[in-house]
């Protein structure tokens, strides 16, 4: 990695004060453009899937596979988005996904802050074992679970309705714990002295706790949102009707049907990505912070 | 502070209080932690509700189907073992378990050191740093079903990536029409998917790790390569372990990617457990099966799960 700045370092046997001093900035210097080059030829390389369905989405079929590649594809062709957003219902798709996604994630931002703040700040017996059986929940992903949970839901008549879509994920057990290990930074005297003010527990909670946890909070936004705007595998099992198809399912779907419209299929792909795009670019920070907290074990 | 019901049996410890406080004074307080705990309780318990149901009685019930034959349409049959030994001699769900257990080595083991290297890369000094590191962050960002049908296009015969590999000299390969390239081809996208999410866990662990460390090591004369190897990769130690667990469970549940892509061939190929669970499930209605096959799954899961919980509660004292 930074080996070749060490390699040149080795061969300069001469310790005069100044040269070198000014050599190791000379090879820090190299050193940072060196690295910066590295990691610019990795960005092409992760951004080039990003950049090809873009381009893509705007050639016509006959340009799709001439070559020599055509990188600008010039003049753009805007008619895919067209087609495709009129070839199946995506104003629905796009709806479905996004009321599921905002549901799952007010619901797990509530919840799993609410369990955070029982579970650090009160004391009462259990307490120990509830944190524990909420932690091991995390061993049973919806892979492992699923066919029983689809009969459960089938007995509640749930399939093919937005409760199936939503309810099962209205809490997590990993959110919990993120909100936890956030709320025990929280000093207890603080509520203590709202207490004293006579402020009612649920409102020492609204208006002392949640806005302390701001942080925390975007980050499981984010996170959570990530997480419910990508579910694929659920609402392949649960959903059969058309008006409630998400949309990772309408593109799937797209792409058993128009399989070698790569224009059209391109141009959904964009749209699909969008929202995330948009996402990660107001909320960089919160974005990060979310998915390194996902390593976080303090 | 104000414990609550050890408070209440124990003596008050300091002196003082117990002069202060009759008898009566410290009854009502007892009483008013009483009401803190049950309020406490109950915010947690629409919690316990929600993953009682649909996460452990799931569970429960996938190891009672697992010792069933049920189809939807009759009642269960209890058949004793008879689904796990079928699977055990069912050459189709052995290669499918040989099949998810390549696809977890092989997209687990290149993300560690490139994922590490990517942090070690970002935590020093980098032209345009924030720009560099969202573009190497992007394809977190991008929906699985996305990426399927995105890479399902540049794998094409005369796709992007044979074109590319043409200007080298390579020629084109088949990637996901034959078996002994689609698993490959699905396992790159794996990696391609998970590198950046890993680095981003890296750089926390590298940014937690004290300056000091470094001041300290350079003043004893150390080089790049023995920071890294004596401070850098002993502190991340905890942190490497997490990244491989949580990146073994991921891999354990891939499932859009090898289903939109390839449905599970060329030639069961790319079947990974969790497909071949899909397929029996709901495509072949072999429910007991495929709670069998559940099971094998969990058993996977959980030994990473265990290790990764443990992590979490590492240094948690109040149990």
Known sequence: MMTPSESTATPTPRRGAPPQRWMGRALRRRGTIIASCVLVAIACVTLLPFYWMLSSSLRTMETMFSLPIQWIPWPPNWN????????????????????????????????????????????????????????????????????????????????????????PFLVDGFGVFLMRQYMMSIPKDLIDSARIDGASELRIFWTIVLPLCKPALVALAVFTFREAWDMYIWPLIIITKDSLRTLPLGISLFMSSYGTSWDQLMAIAVLGTLPMILLFFFLQRAFIQGIAATGLKE | ??????????????????????????????????????????????????????????????????????????????????????????????????????????????????????????????????????????????????MAVVWTFMYQQDGVINTMLGFLGIDPIPWLRSSATALWAVILIGIWRATPYYMVIFLAGLQAIPADYYDAAKIDGAGLWGTFRYITLPLLKPTMLLVIVMNVIVAMKVFAVPMIMTGGGPADSTRVLPLFIYQTAFEFFDMGRAAAMSVFLFVGVMLFSFVQVRLFTRGDESR
């Open chain 2, 1 to 146: 502070m104000a414990s609550a019901a050890p408070a209440a049996k124990q003596p008050v410890t300091s002196p003082t209080a117990r002069l202060e406080r009759p008898t009566v004074r410290r009854r009502a307080h007892w009483s008013l932690a009483r009401k803190q705990a049950a309020f406490g309780v109950a915010i947690i318990l629409p919690t316990l509700a929600i993953l009682a149901i649909f996460r452990l009685l799931p569970m429960v019930q996938a190891l009672y189907l697992s010792v069933t034959a049920y189809d939807l349409v009759h009642p269960p049959r209890f058949v004793g073992l008879a689904n796990f030994a079928s699977l055990l001699q069912d050459p189709l769900f052995l290669k499918s378990a040989r099949v998810s257990l390549t696809y977890v080595l092989f997209s687990v083991v290149p993300v560690l050191p490139l994922s590490l290297g990517l942090a070690v890369l970002f935590n020093r000094s980098i032209f345009i740093k924030n720009v560099l590191r969202s573009a190497i962050f992007m394809p977190v960002v991008m929906p699985a079903v996305v």
């Open chain 1, 80 to 167: 895919s988005y067209v087609l495709a957003w009129r070839a199946q219902d995506f104003t629905r798709y796009f709806f479905n996904s996004g009321f599921v996604a905002i549901a799952i994630t007010a619901s797990n931002l509530l919840l799993c802050s609410l369990a955070g703040y029982s579970l650090t700040k009160f004391r009462y017996r259990g307490r120990g074992v509830m944190f524990l059986a909420i932690l091991s929940t995390m061993m049973l992903p919806l892979e492992v679970t699923m066919v029983p949970l689809f009969l459960i839901i089938k007995r509640l008549d749930w399939a093919n309705s937005y409760q199936g879509l939503i309810v």
